[in-house]
């Protein structure tokens, strides 16, 4: 099986040009419950198995050459899930952290935040902020984390930094454009989002990047999470290299 799969993941990788990777990859990782429900697990388990997805997708993805991963990690709408799966997340996010800076380093990747993390737990906000520290130098990908984010959170506060700068007459409401609304978000210095990966078969994109990925193209998998391995994600980096992404043009403008 493990034989097969080695062959399976062989054949997509010479279909990937490395000329044409998609520069901003997001996942909105689903399915880490589910997977352990159909095994009889706790839940928790479940988001452990997560972890090493992510371990295994992060280092694919700087091998390949990708410059920004963004995860979906924990949504403000997650703090509403059982008290007990919430602490328990937290402190899987502490220790995932703590012992992933190693590997962080060894791939030559920054870690990087979006969302309100002050109001995570004390000892989660602390870990992150070691851990970005360590890795403030590392050039070869940033894996971005979003941690209590939403999409609509994320507007609301940049719409009100909005109206603060313009009342404090740093600039003029004629002057407000889409590059301020951009530069005004958690995500402004990233790059537009290119592949938007959701796992589990679920199609909706749960509150996450609604402004970023204006133009980013979809990919849907009925794999969960903890399955997800190097060959579903070089499949989706096939699937979106065969796209035609036209940004609003015709085929004929976009011809080279």
């Known amino acids: 099986m493990l034989r097969a799969q080695q062959m ?10 490395r000329e044409k990777l998609p520069k901003h ?21 479940g ?18 050459g990708v410059k920004y991963l963004t995860l979906y990690t924990f949504s403000t709408e997650n703090w509403n899930r059982p008290q007990l799966e919430v602490k328990a997340i937290m402190a899987l ?19 990087r935040t979006i ?3 002050e109001a995570l737990p004390k000892d989660a906000y602390n870990e992150l902020q070691e851990a970005m520290a360590l890795t403030a130098n590392n ?32 600039i003029k409401v004629e002057d407000i454009n889409e590059k301020t609304i ?7 210095a990233l790059p537009e989002l290119d592949l938007l990966i959701r796992t589990s078969g679920e199609f909706r994109i749960s509150n996450f990047m609604l402004w970023e ?30 796209r035609e992404r036209r940004f609003g043009k015709t085929s004929d403008q976009i011809k080279p």
């Open 139 to 170: 050039d070869s990908m940033d894996l971005v984390l979003a941690l209590n984010y939403s999409a609509r959170w994320d507007i609301v506060q940049a719409t009100k930094q909005i109206a603060e700068s313009v009342q404090n007459g740093s």
């Open 8 to 17: 399976s993941t062989d054949s997509l990788l010479p279909q990937i040009d």
């Open 182 to 188: 951009s530069e005004s978000l958690n995500t402004g």
């Open 25 to 45: 990859i997001a996942i909105i990782m689903d399915g880490n419950g589910r997977w352990a429900k159909k095994r009889a697990l706790p839940r928790l388990v």
């Open 213 to 242: 990925m204006a133009y980013g193209e979809f990919y849907f998998t009925d794999i969960y999470w903890p399955e997800f391995d190097q060959e579903a994600f070089y499949r989706a980096i096939v699937d979106y290299q065969k």
């Open 115 to 117: 969302g309100n993390i």
């Open 93 to 111: 996010l502490v220790r995932t952290i703590r012992k992933e800076v190693a590997t962080l380093q060894k791939n030559n990747i920054r870690l």
């Open 47 to 64: 988001h452990e198995y997560g972890v090493k997805s992510v371990r295994t997708v992060a280092e694919t993805a700087a091998r390949l």
